[in-house]
């Protein structure tokens, strides 16, 4: 009763400020230095899904599926003390649908301190979602060109993180036309300790320090600096930017040798991307985003995963793939991603039309063919970012292994979502 007052309260609140065209903060010092406010986030999805083989929904095969999940909810908290100093909180959960939501608790998202040392140089710590490697590493994601990411953009998702965040310090800034990042974590235990086998898992030991380094160069206008990346600035600013990072962990994976011998090795994760935002005369814009990645958690790691997944077990008739919307999309080797979109404005109207493709092409060590996933839809921007609709096309791969003992694509299965988008502050 407690969450659902606060939550109303905090609705209206923000509704009221939304409606003045000012965002919600107080502040303490007549030359704004100071001041304190709150955002709110949510992303509602109604979706058909077409179930790998062996999906059992609730016991029950099932071909195909139809369901209405919370995908995202974000309260956060942010405070500024005379210009320098930050504090930010944020309170959320994701994948709230019919599996979860008896068990979808609020959790703690982000925690952090930054201070500004230097026009150059800000620090700070806690838990946050500051990440290296590429920019979609740390996503905003109620900013995204598309519906939804490729699970590879966040490669220890939920792994040896939570929803992203870490405990971590970090240092970053621009000086010139150069945005730099770095960032050292602690890793969170994982989740998953399978028992140790020939292909590399996440190792139950004494982790090391993840490192995280990412470059970018502005060509045009800057990004503000802040641990998450937009994936669409509604042609607000004209923007190019090119990429480089690396993240790297000491004696993260482990698995077997041939003599059985237990062999310890680190994560290294490299990425080079460019994204672009060109504003075109009469409210257009073009969209882009282009990236190579190449991973490398040892010896035929192979994570199989479906975001906010229906299935709630397998059956004899399951595939590699597992249940539900899953399939094998994070993984040691290399892939190509982009992102493309076109923004124009509906005539006599504030509203504007967003239609975007995106494509995922993998090479992964552990399978005999390909990973090629595609998503395919169209934004309606009711208010910018703030209120949207989208619908999506996604197709994705559905693996097994052949009369060989190959993992190879034995088909491709679908899923349809309209999702409604608010993003208040």
């Not at 959790?107 to 979609?136: A, K, M």
């Not at 045009?220 to 641990?227: K, L, M, R, V």
């Not at 109207?349 to 595609?374: A, C, M």
């Amino acid at each position: 009763m407690k969450f659902l007052l606060f939550f109303a309260v905090a609705v209206f609140v923000l509704n009221q400020a939304r409606a003045q065209d000012f965002p919600l903060r107080v502040y303490s010092q007549k030359d704004s230095s100071s001041y304190a406010g709150l955002r709110l986030t949510g992303q509602v999805w109604m979706r058909y899904n077409q179930n790998n083989p062996g999906t059992l929904i609730n016991g029950e095969p099932s071909s195909s599926f139809f369901d209405i999940s919370v995908r995202r909810l974000r309260f956060q908290a942010y405070a500024r003390i005379r210009e320098k100093t930050n504090l930010t909180m944020t309170l959320g959960q994701n994948n709230i649908n019919y599996l979860t939501a008896r068990s979808g608790e609020i959790r703690l998202l982000d925690f952090y301190i930054d201070h500004r040392l230097h026009r150059y140089l800000t620090v700070g710590g806690g838990q946050s979602g500051w990440n290296g490697t590429s920019r979609y590493a740390a996503p905003l994601t109620s900013k995204l060109l598309t519906l939804d990411l490729s699970p590879f953009l966040i490669p220890t998702v939920n792994q040896t993180d939570n929803i992203l965040r870490k405990l971590s310090a970090f240092a970053a800034g621009q000086a010139g036309p150069l945005d730099y990042r770095i960032v050292f974590s602690r890793p969170y235990a994982p989740v998953a300790n399978s028992q140790i086998g020939f292909d590399s898992g996440f190792a139950n030991v004494k982790p090391g320090i993840q490192t995280a380094v990412y470059l970018k160069y502005q060509f045009f206008d800057h990004e503000s600096i802040s641990p998450f990346h937009a994936g669409t600035l509604d042609g607000q600013k004209k923007v190019l930017t090119l990429g480089l990072g690396i993240e790297r962990q000491n004696k993260a994976m482990w698995h077997l040798t041939n003599e059985a011998d237990t062999l310890t090795t680190p994560i290294t994760l490299m990425a080079a991307d460019l994204f672009g935002e060109i504003p075109l005369p009469g409210n257009k814009a073009w969209t882009f985003y282009m990236g190579y990645f190449y991973y490398d958690f040892g010896p035929n790691y192979l994570r199989v995963i479906g975001f906010n997944n229906v299935g709630s077990g397998l059956n004899t008739q399951g595939t590699f793939s597992g249940t539900g919307n899953a399939w094998p999309a994070i993984g040691t080797g290399q892939t190509g991603y982009f992102q493309v979109g076109y923004t124009w404005p509906i005539p006599n109207r504030n509203e504007r039309i967003q239609p975007f493709i995106s494509g995922q092409f993998s090479d992964y060590e552990k399978l005999q063919e390909p990973v090629t996933f595609l998503e395919t839809g169209v934004n309606l921007l009711l208010d910018g970012q703030r209120s949207k609709l989208t619908l999506a096309y996604q197709n994705r791969p559905v693996f097994d292994a052949d009369r060989t003992g190959d993992l190879v694509q034995q088909m491709r299965k679908s899923s349809l979502v309209l999702q409604y988008q608010i993003r208040l502050e």
